[in-house]
Protein backbone atom coordinates (compact mmCIF):
# COMPACT_ATOMS: atom_id res chain seq x y z
CA UNK A 1 0.00 0.00 0.00
CA UNK A 2 2.50 2.20 1.22
CA UNK A 3 4.65 1.56 -2.50
CA UNK A 4 1.32 2.08 -4.12
CA UNK A 5 0.24 5.68 -2.43
CA UNK A 6 3.84 6.61 -3.12
CA UNK A 7 4.19 5.45 -6.78
CA UNK A 8 0.73 7.70 -7.12
CA UNK A 9 2.39 10.52 -5.33
CA UNK A 10 5.29 10.62 -8.03
CA UNK A 11 3.30 11.28 -10.21
CA UNK A 12 1.23 13.73 -9.33
CA UNK A 13 4.98 15.08 -8.86
CA UNK A 14 5.79 14.68 -12.22
CA UNK A 15 2.63 15.84 -13.68
CA UNK A 16 2.97 19.13 -11.91
CA UNK A 17 5.90 20.33 -13.46
CA UNK A 18 4.29 19.61 -17.12
CA UNK A 19 1.00 21.86 -16.37
CA UNK A 20 2.50 24.59 -14.99
CA UNK A 21 4.51 24.82 -17.70
CA UNK A 22 1.99 24.58 -20.41
CA UNK A 23 0.35 27.13 -18.34
CA UNK A 24 3.36 29.25 -18.02
CA UNK A 25 3.80 28.90 -22.08
CA UNK A 26 0.25 29.64 -22.77
CA UNK A 27 0.96 33.47 -20.99
CA UNK A 28 4.16 34.12 -22.57
CA UNK A 29 2.59 32.52 -25.90
CA UNK A 30 1.25 36.64 -26.94
CA UNK A 31 4.67 38.36 -25.97
CA UNK A 32 6.51 35.85 -27.86
CA UNK A 33 4.21 36.28 -30.99
CA UNK A 34 4.30 40.46 -30.93
CA UNK A 35 8.60 40.04 -30.69
CA UNK A 36 8.63 37.31 -33.34
CA UNK A 37 6.06 39.52 -35.57
CA UNK A 38 7.29 42.95 -34.40
CA UNK A 39 10.92 42.84 -34.03
CA UNK A 40 12.72 39.85 -35.24
CA UNK A 41 10.94 39.01 -38.53
CA UNK A 42 11.74 42.97 -39.24
CA UNK A 43 15.17 42.92 -38.32
CA UNK A 44 15.91 39.97 -40.55
CA UNK A 45 13.90 41.84 -43.32
CA UNK A 46 16.05 44.27 -42.44
CA UNK A 47 19.47 42.38 -42.46
CA UNK A 48 18.67 40.24 -45.97
CA UNK A 49 18.06 44.56 -47.31
CA UNK A 50 21.27 45.99 -45.89
CA UNK A 51 23.17 42.65 -48.28
CA UNK A 52 21.90 43.57 -51.43
CA UNK A 53 23.37 44.60 -54.45
CA UNK A 54 22.05 46.97 -57.20
CA UNK A 55 20.02 45.17 -60.13
CA UNK A 56 21.66 45.11 -63.24
CA UNK A 57 21.07 48.62 -64.91
CA UNK A 58 21.21 50.29 -61.76
CA UNK A 59 17.55 51.92 -61.99
CA UNK A 60 17.14 54.12 -58.65
CA UNK A 61 15.77 52.21 -55.85
CA UNK A 62 16.52 48.70 -57.85
CA UNK A 63 18.19 45.88 -55.59
CA UNK A 64 18.50 42.18 -55.82
CA UNK A 65 19.76 39.53 -52.91
CA UNK A 66 23.12 39.51 -52.24
CA UNK A 67 25.97 39.23 -49.72
CA UNK A 68 27.13 42.94 -50.15
CA UNK A 69 28.86 43.06 -46.70
CA UNK A 70 30.67 45.83 -48.03
CA UNK A 71 27.95 47.76 -47.80
CA UNK A 72 28.51 47.90 -44.11
CA UNK A 73 32.29 49.31 -44.59
CA UNK A 74 30.83 51.99 -47.43
CA UNK A 75 28.29 52.86 -44.58
CA UNK A 76 30.80 53.85 -41.95
CA UNK A 77 33.46 55.37 -44.90
CA UNK A 78 30.29 58.20 -45.54
CA UNK A 79 28.61 58.28 -42.62
CA UNK A 80 31.34 57.89 -39.95
CA UNK A 81 30.50 62.23 -38.53
CA UNK A 82 26.88 61.51 -38.66
CA UNK A 83 26.94 58.66 -36.53
CA UNK A 84 29.59 60.31 -34.14
CA UNK A 85 27.51 63.53 -34.11
CA UNK A 86 24.72 61.77 -33.02
CA UNK A 87 26.31 59.99 -30.04
CA UNK A 88 28.00 63.51 -28.95
CA UNK A 89 24.36 65.58 -29.25
CA UNK A 90 22.49 62.30 -27.44
CA UNK A 91 25.32 62.34 -24.80
CA UNK A 92 25.02 66.00 -24.14
CA UNK A 93 21.33 65.97 -23.89
CA UNK A 94 21.08 62.95 -21.63
CA UNK A 95 23.62 64.81 -19.02
CA UNK A 96 22.08 67.93 -19.13
CA UNK A 97 18.37 66.28 -19.12
CA UNK A 98 19.40 64.32 -15.98
CA UNK A 99 21.33 67.43 -14.00
CA UNK A 100 17.43 69.18 -14.73
CA UNK A 101 15.34 65.97 -13.98
CA UNK A 102 17.15 64.67 -10.86
CA UNK A 103 16.10 67.88 -9.04
CA UNK A 104 12.77 68.02 -10.41
CA UNK A 105 11.76 64.60 -9.52
CA UNK A 106 13.10 64.69 -5.84
CA UNK A 107 11.31 67.83 -5.28
CA UNK A 108 8.20 65.44 -6.88
CA UNK A 109 9.08 62.52 -4.81
CA UNK A 110 10.43 63.36 -1.65
CA UNK A 111 10.09 66.86 -0.26
CA UNK A 112 6.30 67.36 -1.71
CA UNK A 113 5.04 63.20 -0.73
CA UNK A 114 3.02 64.93 1.65
CA UNK A 115 1.75 67.73 -0.33
CA UNK A 116 -0.77 64.87 -2.86
CA UNK A 117 -2.62 68.52 -4.59
CA UNK A 118 0.76 70.36 -5.34
CA UNK A 119 2.63 67.36 -6.28
CA UNK A 120 -0.36 66.13 -8.91
CA UNK A 121 -0.52 69.63 -10.23
CA UNK A 122 3.36 69.21 -10.62
CA UNK A 123 3.26 65.61 -12.59
CA UNK A 124 0.55 66.86 -14.98
CA UNK A 125 2.94 69.96 -16.20
CA UNK A 126 5.43 67.45 -16.53
CA UNK A 127 3.36 64.77 -18.16
CA UNK A 128 1.59 67.61 -20.11
CA UNK A 129 3.28 67.76 -23.14
CA UNK A 130 2.70 64.16 -23.95
CA UNK A 131 -0.50 65.88 -25.08
CA UNK A 132 0.59 67.55 -28.15
CA UNK A 133 2.50 65.49 -31.02
CA UNK A 134 5.89 66.43 -30.85
CA UNK A 135 6.05 67.49 -33.94
CA UNK A 136 3.80 70.46 -33.45
CA UNK A 137 5.66 71.44 -30.03
CA UNK A 138 9.01 71.30 -31.95
CA UNK A 139 7.65 73.56 -34.66
CA UNK A 140 6.29 75.83 -31.75
CA UNK A 141 10.11 76.30 -30.67
CA UNK A 142 10.86 76.95 -34.26
CA UNK A 143 8.94 80.08 -33.75
CA UNK A 144 9.90 80.68 -30.66
CA UNK A 145 13.76 81.10 -30.84
CA UNK A 146 15.90 83.56 -32.44
CA UNK A 147 16.56 82.91 -35.92
CA UNK A 148 20.27 82.91 -35.37
CA UNK A 149 20.00 80.08 -33.03
CA UNK A 150 17.82 77.58 -35.74
CA UNK A 151 20.45 75.20 -37.26
CA UNK A 152 23.03 74.97 -34.75
CA UNK A 153 24.27 72.75 -32.22
CA UNK A 154 23.03 74.16 -29.18
CA UNK A 155 19.19 74.22 -30.78
CA UNK A 156 18.99 70.32 -31.80
CA UNK A 157 20.10 70.09 -28.05
CA UNK A 158 18.04 71.77 -27.08
CA UNK A 159 15.46 70.42 -28.68
CA UNK A 160 16.32 66.92 -27.71
CA UNK A 161 16.43 67.78 -24.18
CA UNK A 162 13.02 68.90 -24.01
CA UNK A 163 11.72 66.57 -26.03
CA UNK A 164 12.49 63.41 -24.01
CA UNK A 165 12.71 65.08 -20.63
CA UNK A 166 9.51 64.03 -19.61
CA UNK A 167 10.80 60.38 -20.03
CA UNK A 168 13.53 60.55 -17.85
CA UNK A 169 11.80 62.53 -14.94
CA UNK A 170 9.27 59.83 -14.33
CA UNK A 171 11.48 56.99 -13.32
CA UNK A 172 13.31 58.98 -11.69
CA UNK A 173 10.12 60.11 -9.59
CA UNK A 174 8.58 56.47 -9.15
CA UNK A 175 12.04 55.74 -7.35
CA UNK A 176 12.26 58.87 -5.27
CA UNK A 177 8.61 58.07 -4.19
CA UNK A 178 9.28 54.92 -3.19
CA UNK A 179 12.35 55.73 -0.98
CA UNK A 180 12.08 54.83 2.71
CA UNK A 181 12.42 58.60 4.30
CA UNK A 182 13.30 56.59 7.45
CA UNK A 183 16.72 55.51 6.23
CA UNK A 184 17.44 59.30 5.33
CA UNK A 185 16.49 60.05 8.58
CA UNK A 186 18.93 58.01 10.18
CA UNK A 187 21.76 59.00 8.85
CA UNK A 188 20.94 62.43 9.45
CA UNK A 189 20.58 61.06 13.26
CA UNK A 190 24.36 59.60 12.25
CA UNK A 191 25.94 63.11 12.39
CA UNK A 192 26.25 62.84 8.09
CA UNK A 193 26.07 65.46 6.03
CA UNK A 194 23.45 66.62 4.04
CA UNK A 195 26.18 65.72 0.89
CA UNK A 196 26.95 62.26 2.62
CA UNK A 197 23.65 61.40 3.32
CA UNK A 198 22.53 61.74 -0.36
CA UNK A 199 25.89 59.96 -1.68
CA UNK A 200 25.66 57.35 0.61
CA UNK A 201 21.60 56.50 0.52
CA UNK A 202 19.90 58.62 -1.42
CA UNK A 203 21.77 58.56 -4.90
CA UNK A 204 22.13 54.68 -4.68
CA UNK A 205 19.18 54.01 -3.68
CA UNK A 206 17.58 55.72 -6.80
CA UNK A 207 19.63 54.31 -9.27
CA UNK A 208 17.52 52.03 -11.07
CA UNK A 209 15.35 55.18 -11.79
CA UNK A 210 18.57 56.90 -13.03
CA UNK A 211 19.79 54.27 -15.29
CA UNK A 212 16.22 53.86 -16.90
CA UNK A 213 15.21 57.66 -16.99
CA UNK A 214 18.92 58.03 -18.90
CA UNK A 215 17.99 55.10 -21.38
CA UNK A 216 14.95 56.04 -21.95
CA UNK A 217 16.11 59.67 -23.32
CA UNK A 218 19.76 58.02 -24.69
CA UNK A 219 18.15 55.59 -26.67
CA UNK A 220 15.47 57.57 -28.44
CA UNK A 221 17.90 60.66 -28.81
CA UNK A 222 20.85 58.97 -30.76
CA UNK A 223 18.15 58.15 -33.03
CA UNK A 224 16.23 61.05 -33.58
CA UNK A 225 15.71 62.30 -36.93
CA UNK A 226 13.06 65.17 -36.41
CA UNK A 227 14.72 68.03 -34.07
CA UNK A 228 17.99 67.54 -36.30
CA UNK A 229 15.89 67.95 -39.75
CA UNK A 230 16.03 71.43 -41.76
CA UNK A 231 12.42 71.39 -41.24
CA UNK A 232 12.58 71.98 -37.34
CA UNK A 233 15.85 72.72 -35.29
CA UNK A 234 18.49 71.41 -37.42
CA UNK A 235 20.66 72.32 -40.66
CA UNK A 236 23.03 70.76 -43.12
CA UNK A 237 25.16 70.86 -40.44
CA UNK A 238 23.94 69.24 -37.52
CA UNK A 239 22.14 66.12 -39.52
CA UNK A 240 22.22 62.96 -37.61
CA UNK A 241 22.78 59.51 -38.39
CA UNK A 242 18.26 58.89 -38.03
CA UNK A 243 18.20 61.70 -40.91
CA UNK A 244 20.71 60.12 -43.26
CA UNK A 245 19.01 56.79 -42.96
CA UNK A 246 15.75 58.52 -43.28
CA UNK A 247 17.17 60.43 -46.18
CA UNK A 248 18.37 56.96 -48.03
CA UNK A 249 14.71 55.39 -47.49
CA UNK A 250 12.78 58.35 -48.85
CA UNK A 251 14.75 60.07 -50.97
CA UNK A 252 17.64 58.68 -53.12
CA UNK A 253 16.15 55.27 -52.32
CA UNK A 254 19.18 53.46 -51.33
CA UNK A 255 17.62 51.01 -49.24
CA UNK A 256 20.97 48.58 -48.53
CA UNK A 257 23.08 51.90 -47.36
CA UNK A 258 19.74 52.57 -45.17
CA UNK A 259 19.25 48.84 -43.84
CA UNK A 260 23.00 48.86 -42.77
CA UNK A 261 23.32 52.50 -41.34
CA UNK A 262 20.18 50.71 -39.11
CA UNK A 263 21.90 47.84 -38.07
CA UNK A 264 25.29 49.75 -36.95
CA UNK A 265 23.39 52.31 -35.25
CA UNK A 266 21.50 49.45 -33.04
CA UNK A 267 24.40 47.77 -32.31
CA UNK A 268 26.39 50.54 -31.58
CA UNK A 269 23.86 51.81 -28.91
CA UNK A 270 23.59 47.99 -27.84
CA UNK A 271 27.28 48.22 -27.22
CA UNK A 272 27.09 51.62 -25.40
CA UNK A 273 23.77 50.56 -23.35
CA UNK A 274 25.53 47.32 -22.10
CA UNK A 275 28.74 49.08 -20.92
CA UNK A 276 26.43 51.93 -19.60
CA UNK A 277 24.35 49.22 -17.38
CA UNK A 278 27.27 47.46 -16.21
CA UNK A 279 29.54 50.37 -14.61
CA UNK A 280 26.29 51.66 -12.70
CA UNK A 281 25.86 48.00 -11.68
CA UNK A 282 22.58 47.81 -12.45
CA UNK A 283 22.97 44.47 -14.49
CA UNK A 284 19.39 43.38 -13.61
CA UNK A 285 17.92 45.64 -16.18
CA UNK A 286 20.34 43.95 -18.96
Do not use: C
Request: hydrophobic share 55%; net charge neutral.
Amino acid sequence: MAFTAFSQSAKVVDQAPKSKSWIALILLAPGIAYMLLFFVAPFIQLAITSLQAPAEGHGIGQYVAGLEFINYWDAIQQYWPQLVRSFIYAVIATIIGLLISYPLAYLLGVTLRNRAMLQGILLILVVAPFFISMLLRTLAWKSILPVEFIGTDGSVIFGLIYNFIPFMVLPMFASLQALDLRLVEAGTDLYASPVTVFRKVTLPLSMPGVVSGTLLSFIPMSGDFVVASRSFLGSTDTAMIGNVIESNFLQTQNYPMAASLSIILMLAILIIVATYVRRSGAEDLL
